[in-house]
């Protein structure tokens, strides 16, 4: 996950290595293959003080036989990761971190 930040702060031209550090911690991490939903939570805080939390919930298809199921839960981390990415930097709170 934080190779994950990383390259979208690098990507999104946010990053600086002098810049305010920021913590993430995955405060929840849940797969619903069945479901075909990723929930993921993260509390996001600065050395400023600020904090916040985000809720992410990604749907995504699932299938009646359970190999299908679990590939498509696989292979919708990385797509329910990059959502959460982009919730907490398009959080109005997160300008109060930097």
């Keep these: 996950m ?22 993430v911690e995955l405060t ?10 990723w929930t993921i939570g993260l509390n ?9 939390n985000v809720r992410t919930v990604y749907n995504f298809k699932t299938s009646f036989s359970a190999i299908a199921a679990c590939n498509n839960t696989a292979d919708a ?5 990059a959502q959460s990415i982009n919730d907490v930097v398009s959080n109005p709170r997160f300008r109060s971190l930097l």
């Excluded at 929840?28 to 939903?37: A, I, Q, T």
């Excluded at 996001?44 to 916040?52: Q, R």
Aim: cysteine-free.
């Design 28 to 37: 929840e991490l849940k797969p619903d293959s069945f479901g075909g939903k």
């Design 2 to 23: 934080k190779q994950a930040f990383q390259a979208e702060f690098l990507a999104g031209n946010i990053y600086s290595a002098r810049g305010t550090p920021i913590v």
């Design 44 to 52: 996001v805080a600065s050395s400023k003080g600020s904090s916040y």
């Design 77 to 81: 981390f990385n797509r329910a990761l």
